[in-house]
């Protein structure tokens, strides 16, 4: 399990929560980029996958404990955890064996908050007991989903329904511990969605106030830090041309405000600190990148944020209003 990392302010703590790994085609990861550019940043394996992270975030506040995405779940076959190479295996899944690790149960958590209902990103919802029954995962938790997505997700749409598992949702539904948001609104007092449509038509990253700092959990806006320029955009994007708006939009605001960035599926880089890019133009790049590496495997690329041998993080500079600190 690797060291325990944190971002704390006035407000709040974010620590990143490890939901396990999977194995993706490159190609659809990087959409429209020639390989021999983004293998450098992601090399495949003889599948021609690429390592992947699900890495969700814990936000504790005054008011709630939050836990922002929840990985895949224990619902799924062994043939699709071959497919997708899948390494999740925990007590019931690595989810909860690393929130246990960060001292925090289940029943622990106030909110569970969907960025979309992609089964990497809220499989974890459910659980399936050994009866075959499902039920929450998380006990005592309001689970909230933008209205819009959970509609876009219950379309019989082939382009789609691959994505979209009714067990990770309608089951809450059915108990009427789903809770339907307009796209960017507030979750609890100092965290709230931002509507960046394109993966998904109401995709949502995640605004964090920590108090001093924000802290945006970009989702699958920008999956990982190789996916920072504005034109490396995913296959698996249902509007490419309106994430490449989104990108625009939301990494010029981050690098003019100095957010923090915090990947979901990056292998290595957990977060860094958005810096307009050297020289101007569009978009950003990182600064003080904070390393954790989450998928078995993985080989290092040769080129873009956090890659090479021996990289380390930076400390934060002084005055930034916020302590960040390793945990133990």
Known sequence: MPDPIFLEG?????????????????????????????????PADGQNRIPLAMRCLLVETEE?????DVGLGNKESDKFKSIYGVSNDGDPT?????????????????????????????GGSTTRGTDGSLRPSFPSARYVVSRGEYEFARLDNERIRASYMADNFE??????????????????????YVHTPGHTPHHQSILVDLGG???LFLADLVPTAAHLPLPWIMGYDVEPLVTLESKK?????????????????DPFVAWG????PPGGGSGCTLEDIEEQALAPGAERGTSGPGQGPGKQSSQVRPGDGLNREEAG
């Open 94 to 122: 690595r989810l909860e064996t690393s929130l246990e690790a960060l001292g925090v149960k289940p029943s622990d958590v106030d909110v569970v908050a969907g960025t979309h209902l992609h089964f990497d990103h809220f």
């Open 10 to 42: 006035d407000r709040a703590r974010v620590r990143p929560v490890d939901a396990g790994s999977l194995w993706l085609d490159g190609g659809a990861m990087f959409g429209v980029v020639p390989k021999p550019l983004w293998v450098r940043r992601a």
């Open 213 to 215: 700092a924000q802290l």
């Open 273 to 276: 600190r958005a810096v307009p």
């Open 171 to 192: 089951p809450l539904a059915a108990a009427d511990r789903l809770e339907l948001v307009p796209d960017g609104s507030e979750i609890v007092p100092g965290v709230r």
């Open 64 to 68: 709630a404990t939050v836990l922002i």
């Open 249 to 265: 939009r939301i990494l010029r605001r981050a690098a003019d405000e100095g957010w923090w960035l915090a990947f979901e599926h």
